[in-house]
């Protein structure tokens, strides 16, 4: 039973099992005699109240709703944790820490869990992860392909955009970022070159078009449903939000408010931002709504965007020639054709993507058969016709005549 320390029409005050004075609604409590004496669980282990129906000199426990049949889960030290039954038997589990993810695991039962603990070393965030083989094969796999890719990043055998030091610097000491730049300008792979560099998690969610996409929802059965920005903003990591410009302006709205209070009220309750929350949004405009050639861009609210550091991330020649593998023809061909299209007004884009298609398909295919399904891709002879070389004598302005 618990004491009701002040109380409203719709509310009761009570203290949880950390001292804390908290509300609870009275529609899903029990009350008698000016005491709480139930409640559901769900809101026991939200609150965390502990509410003790027998002797008062009892000890007091919090049941854990993710292993059934287990009252409580206790770290005993960084190597074991202690399982205790409702009947009372206990189970003594390895236990081992993955400090990237910032959480604990342990099996029981054939099943692997994950968990966190409090300053008392109780558990809580308990998640099923599956059988335990199959995790442990997961967890092996994924952490070979991180060291693999952080010897590379160590070793420097890549190349990085002109900005990448910049963005770099604002994202180490928290300042949030806006990149904006052309399609297939590589702000993805930057983004996650620089997470690997600070030992970040990277996640990423593109345009956003409701709400949930973001906050995540709670569904008909109870069970909330994480986002990428949920998961970076609880457990730490670097989220990046691409076309942001394209997303509906409550988004907007909803990153600043979560950037200027460092909490956010998620479905599920609120959460406090993790020490390592980083975020980047990016678009191809500057927030000023569409133009010619990206239709269906938004106006994004001037105030909220001036939280972020706004960066123009452009192609890059260097990261160009890198994918061309030295071929400056090539790069040459493809920047003096987003230059000649711009400049007569034709809608189109010329990515990092083309140059490594025909990089990749011009020793297999004829050259004009490359520049038809990589380079122009569905462009009309006529507006072909329109497009006035600025090298003759280059053999890619040559086949992009030819199929003209």
């Known amino acids: 039973m618990l004491e009701i320390l002040k109380e409203t029409e719709k509310a009761v005050m009570v203290k949880n099992k950390y001292n804390q004075e ?37 000890p007091m ?40 993810k910032n959480d604990w695991i342990f099996a ?7 968990c966190r603990f409090n300053e008392n070393n109780e558990a809580y ?19 070979k392909q991180q060291e693999q890719q952080q010897e590379k990043y160590e070793h420097k055998d890549y190349v990085v955009h002109k900005e990448f030091e910049t963005i770099k610097a604002c994202v180490e000491n928290d300042i949030p970022v806006y990149l904006v730049g052309p399609a297939g300008s590589g702000k993805n ?3 996650q070159q620089i997470a690997t560099e600070l030992g970040l998690d990277f996640y990423f969610t593109n345009a956003v078009q409701q709400e949930f996409k973001v906050t995540g929802f709670i569904d ?19 989220f990046f939000l691409d076309e942001m410009d394209a997303s509906i302006p409550e988004v907007l709205v909803l ?13 599920n309750g609120k959460i406090n931002a993790h020490p390592d929350f980083r975020i980047v949004a990016a678009g191809n405009t500057v927030g000023d709504g569409a133009d010619e050639q990206y239709t269906g861009r938004l106006t994004l609210d001037q105030s909220s965007l001036d939280r972020f550091a706004v960066i123009e991330f452009d192609y890059d020649r260097n990261i160009e020639l890198a994918l061309a593998k030295g071929n400056k023809e090539l790069v040459d061909f493809i920047n003096e054709l987003r230059s000649e299209c711009k400049s007569i007004g034709i809608r189109a884009t010329f990515s990092y993507r083309a140059i490594i298609s025909v990089e990749k398909l011009e020793k297999a295919l004829p050259l004009e058969k490359v520049m038809v399904i990589a380079v122009v891709k569905g462009m009309d002879k006529d507006t072909i016709r329109t497009i006035r070389p600025v090298n003759i004598s280059n053999k890619y302005w040559k086949a992009l005549k030819a199929i003209a």
């Open 22 to 58: 908290v509300w609870l609604p009275k529609s899903v409590v029990t009350i008698k005699d000016s005491k709480v004496i139930a409640a559901e669980d769900w809101i026991k282990l939200d609150k965390r109240i502990i509410i003790n129906t027998q002797e008062e000199d009892k």
């Open 61 to 100: 426990e919090i049941k854990v709703q993710a292993i059934k049949g287990v009252a409580t889960i206790t770290k005993v030290d960084d190597d074991n944790v202690l399982l205790t039954r409702v009947d009372g038997y206990e189970h003594s589990r390895r236990l081992y820490e993955r400090k990237i």
């Open 108 to 114: 029981f039962r054939k099943k692997a869990y994950s």
């Open 125 to 143: 965030d308990i998640v099923d992860r599956g059988f335990y083989q199959d995790f442990v094969k997961q967890e092996k796999e994924e952490l």
């Open 189 to 191: 792979h930057t983004l």
């Open 220 to 238: 008909a059965g109870g069970t909330f449903h994480e986002t990428e920005f949920y998961k970076a903003f609880k457990d730490g990591g670097l």
């Open 255 to 267: 990153l600043n408010a979560a950037i200027a209070n460092r909490y956010f009220e998620f479905p």
